[in-house]
C-alpha cells in the first residue's frame, strides 16, 4: 500500500484542503505561504458496515454506488498453487484458464464469449498461488443474467479437451522462452534460493512433463475440491439495492452442495539459504540484475509497523529512501533500484534489495546497498526523517477506500487473509506511535548482513571484473557459485 494514488486524486486533494482552509479562515491570504491548514483525520470505513452472511454461510461485502448504472463482482476462492503436488505442477493455473475458456454446461467458449459481448460485460477468473479469484462486470441492467453466467462458470465448466490442448501448447511454447527474460529468470531462481523446496516454490515449478500429464479429469478433481459456496468471499459494488443483490446471491448459490475443505498444511518455518554470491550466467545480456537479502517475516508480526516504517525510509519510499538516493540519484547507477519485505501471510516471506545496471558497476552498487543495511541498523534516524515517512503511510491509508469498490474488495482480502475487523481503524495510531528506537530495534531484529544471499543474473566474467573506478568485486561478499541456467523445459541445470 504504496504511495498509489493518482496525480488528480493528489490535486483533489491539496484543492479540498485549500478550500476548507479559506473558509475556516473567513479571508484569502495575500501569500500561500500564509496558508493555515486544519489537521486532515480520516477515519477508515468499517468492515462490518459492509459485510453480510449469505444463506449458504459465505460472506459478501455489498456496497451500493448508484453515479454509474454499472455492476463489479468478485468472488475470491481459497484455492492456489501452492496446494498441487510437484508431479501436476501447473494444474491450477490450467484449471483456472479452462473454466473460462473451456465452455460452460450449454454454452461453448465461443458462444459465451460473444453472449457477454451482446452483454458489454467481461468474465475473468484466475488461480495465483495462494488464492483463486472470479470477476463479473456487467450494466446494472444485465445483472440477472450476468449472474447467471458466472455461476455456469464458477459451477458447470466442462473443461473441454480440445480447448484444454490447446492451452497444453501455448503453455509449452511459453516455456520455451522462459530464459529469454532475466527478470523473470531472477524471480524464478530468487524463490528456489531462498525456499528450496518448500510448497511456494510450486508456482515456478511447472515442466513439460508435469504440464504434460495434467488431464481433463484432474482439472475436474481440482474444481470440485475448491469450488463450492463455503468457499466463496464475494465483493459486490454497482448500481442496486443491497437487499435485492443479497436475494439474488443467495438464488445463484441455492441448491450448490457444500463440502469441508481440508487443506495441506504450509510449512512457516524456513531454514535459512546459504550465505554467497549466487551468479546466474547468462552471457547475452548488457546488464545485470543483482538482489541481495534473506529470509524475512510473516505479515502480521508485531512490530509490523516500525518494520513498514523502516523499510521506507531504507529503499522502499521511492527518490527519499537512502538505497535509491545512493544507487540511482547520487551514482545513476540504476532506473529500477528499491527495497522491500514480502510478508507473507502463510509463511515467511523474504527481504530483497534489488537494482539493475551494467556488469561492471554490479558489485559497486552492491556494496552501496549492503553499506546502507549497515547503516540503518547502527545509527538511529533523525526524527523529522521517521516522522516523514509516517506521514506518508498515513496520507496513503485512503488508497485502499477511494472507490465503492475498493472498498468492499479491500474488505473482502482481509477476510480471506484473516485481518482482524480494526485494522484499518487502528492503523494511522499504530503508525504514530512509531519512534526512531522502534525503527532502530527494527532494523536491528529484522536485518541480517550475515545471513545475506546474492543473486545475480548476468555475465559470471564481466561481472567479477568490475570496474577500473571501483574497487569493489563480488568475492568481497562471499563465495561464488556460478549456476548455469536450467532447462526451460525441465528446470533442470543444463
Known amino acids: 500500500m504504496r504511495r498509489t494514488f493518482s496525480m488528480s486524486s493528489g490535486l483533489a486533494l491539496a484543492v479540498m484542503l485549500i478550500l476548507v482552509s479559506l473558509v475556516t479562515a473567513g479571508e484569502i491570504v495575500d501569500h500561500p505561504d500564509n496558508l493555515q491548514f486544519e489537521e486532515l483525520i480520516y477515519q477508515p470505513p468499517k468492515p462490518e458496515s459492509y459485510r453480510h452472511t449469505l ?44 473454466m473460462r475458456n473451456g465452455g460452460v454446461k450449454d454454452m461453448t467458449a465461443k458462444e459465451l ?5 451482446f452483454l458489454a460485460g467481461e468474465i475473468s477468473i484466475s488461480i495465483g498461488a495462494t488464492q483463486g479469484s472470479a470477476t463479473l462486470f456487467c450494466l446494472s441492467k444485465d445483472i440477472a443474467e450476468g449472474l447467471e453466467l458466472l ?42 534460493l531462498m525456499y528450496g523446496n518448500h510448497p511456494s516454490t510450486l508456482p515456478h515449478r511447472a ?67 546459504e550465505p554467497g554470491v549466487y551468479m546466474i550466467a547468462k552471457e547475452d545480456v548488457n546488464q545485470s540484475r543483482i538482489r541481495v537479502g534473506h529470509i524475512g517475516v510473516k505479515r502480521d508480526i508485531p512490530d509490523r509497523y516500525a518494520l513498514m516504517v ?18 540511482r540519484s547520487d551514482e545513476g547507477l540504476a532506473y529500477n533500484v528499491g527495497s522491500r519485505f514480502e510478508r507473507e501471510v502463510q509463511y515467511p516471506g523474504t527481504f530483497r534489495a ?13 556494496r552501496l546497498i549492503v553499506d546502507e543495511i549497515n547503516r540503518i541498523r547502527t545509527d538511529k534516524c533523525d526524527a523529522e526523517i521517521i516522522e516523514n515517512s509516517k506521514t506518508s503511510f498515513i496520507s496513503d491509508v485512503v488508497n485502499p477506500f477511494g472507490s465503492k469498490a ?58 567479477e571484473a568490475g570496474s577500473d573506478k571501483h574497487p569493489e568485486h563480488f568475492s568481497d561478499f562471499g563465495e561464488i557459485t556460478i549456476l548455469p541456467l536450467r532447462d526451460p523445459m525441465t528446470l533442470e541445470m543444463e
Open 55 to 98: 444463506k449458504c454461510g459465505a460472506r459478501a461485502y455489498v456496497a451500493e454506488n448508484p453515479e454509474f448504472p454499472t455492476f463489479e463482482l468478485t468472488v475470491l476462492v481459497r484455492s492456489g498453487a501452492v496446494y498441487e503436488s510437484i508431479d501436476k505442477a501447473g494444474l491450477a493455473d490450467m484449471t483456472g484458464y479452462l
Open 113 to 117: 464469449d460473444e453472449r457477454l459481448a
Open 151 to 192: 455461476k455456469k462458470v464458477l459451477q458447470a465448466p466442462v473443461f473441454d479437451q480440445d480447448a484444454l490442448d490447446r492451452y497444453r501448447a501455448d503453455v509449452l511454447s511459453r516455456f520455451e522462452q522462459r530464459n529469454a527474460s532475466t527478470a523473470a529468470i531472477e524471480t524464478r531462481e530468487w524463490k528456489f
Open 207 to 273: 515442466t513439460e512433463q508435469s504440464v504434460n500429464s495434467i488431464t481433463r479429469e484432474d482439472m475436474i478433481a481440482f474444481h470440485e475440491k475448491y469450488f463450492f459456496p463455503k468457499n466463496f468471499v464475494f465483493a459486490v459494488s454497482g448500481d442496486f439495492k443491497t437487499d435485492d443483490i443479497l436475494a439474488s446471491l443467495d438464488q445463484m448459490l441455492d441448491g450448490w452442495p457444500d463440502r469441508e475443505l481440508s487443506l495441506p498444511e504450509i510449512p512457516d518455518q524456513i531454514a535459512d539459504p
Open 310 to 327: 523502516m523499510n521506507d525510509i531504507l529503499g522502499g519510499g521511492g527518490f527519499t529512501s537512502r538505497i535509491v538516493r545512493r544507487v
Open 354 to 366: 534489488w537494482f539493475q545496471t551494467k556488469h561492471a558497476t554490479a558489485a559497486f552498487g552492491t
Open 406 to 463: 475498493g472498498i468492499v474488495s479491500t474488505f473482502a482480502d482481509d477476510d480471506y487473509t484473516g485481518r482482524p475487523d480494526d485494522y484499518w481503524q487502528t492503523y494511522t495510531d499504530n503508525i504514530k506511535a512509531v519512534t526512531p528506537d522502534d525503527v532502530l530495534a527494527a532494523a536491528q531484529k529484522y536485518l541480517h548482513p550475515d545471513k545475506l544471499v546474492f543473486l545475480v543474473v548476468g555475465d559470471p566474467e564481466a561481472v
